[in-house]
């Protein structure tokens, strides 16, 4: 695949900014894991086609010119596996929620770990911002994992702040300041 951004993470693992061309890829991926990702992401339902997909990547495409979000697709030997971006950002306050997902062939690997950390690299570096948070499902323990090992601290735990397939769910959140990361 032709991809018009990629920032080199390693050898293999890539962050690729998106584009309408890969809305059938990236589905095809989401399609076929559907139920491993869907226990956590309930956008996992409504996305059903390549239009649908191509749809999210218009809204984040709109987000990235109106600085509220910024999207990448992951890559693993220029293959897609997974999609990271950030969210909620505000320039203003310089904070911004990150969120991921990597397809279940790829769980295991340090590769959302580090994908995490390339997003800090770049949230910090190149685009001004100060804090970050990462919200995690409580029984989400990968999810949870990830933010700990990318030097995020817990700051609490949200009761019953999000609704899942019809059934209350317990958030934990994390945080990490430019400060801290600097020093990792």
């Given at each position: 695949?032709?991809?018009?951004?990629k920032?080199?993470?390693?050898?293999?693992?890539?962050?690729?900014?998106?584009?309408?061309?890969?809305?059938?890829?990236?589905?095809?991926?989401?399609?076929?894991?559907?139920?491993?990702?869907?226990?956590?992401?309930?956008?996992?339902?409504?996305?059903?086609?390549?239009?649908?997909e191509?749809?999210?990547?218009?809204?984040?495409?709109?987000?990235?010119?109106?600085?509220?979000?910024?999207?990448?697709?992951?890559?693993?030997d220029?293959?897609?596996?997974?999609?990271?971006?950030l969210?909620?950002?505000?320039?203003?306050?310089?904070?911004?929620?990150?969120?991921?997902?990597?397809?279940s062939?790829?769980?295991?690997?340090?590769?959302?770990?580090?994908?995490?950390?390339?997003?800090c690299?770049?949230?910090?570096?190149e685009?001004?911002?100060?804090?970050?948070?990462?919200?995690?499902?409580?029984?989400n323990?990968?999810?949870?994992?990830?933010?700990?090992?990318s030097?995020?601290?817990k700051?609490?735990?949200?009761?019953?702040?999000?609704?899942?397939?019809?059934?209350?769910?317990?958030?934990?959140?994390?945080a990490l300041?430019?400060?801290?990361?600097i020093?990792?």
């Amino acid at each position: 695949m032709e991809m018009a951004f990629k920032l080199k993470i390693d050898e293999q693992l890539s962050l690729v900014q998106p584009s309408f061309s890969m809305a059938t890829e990236v589905f095809k991926v989401l399609d076929k894991d559907r139920e491993h990702l869907r226990e956590f992401l309930d956008f996992v339902d409504n996305t059903k086609s390549p239009e649908d997909e191509k749809g999210y990547i218009k809204l984040k495409l709109d987000g990235y010119l109106k600085e509220t979000d910024r999207l990448f697709f992951i890559a693993f030997d220029d293959e897609i596996i997974g999609s990271i971006d950030l969210h909620f950002m505000s320039l203003s306050d310089e904070t911004a929620e990150i969120g991921y997902w990597v397809s279940s062939a790829h769980c295991g690997k340090n590769i959302a770990t580090k994908a995490v950390r390339a997003v800090c690299e770049l949230a910090f570096a190149e685009m001004g911002l100060n804090r970050l948070t990462i919200v995690a499902d409580v029984t989400n323990l990968a999810s949870n994992r990830v933010a700990e090992k990318s030097g995020f601290r817990k700051e609490g735990t949200l009761k019953q702040a999000k609704k899942l397939y019809d059934e209350f769910t317990d958030l934990n959140t994390y945080a990490l300041l430019k400060s801290e990361f600097i020093q990792i």
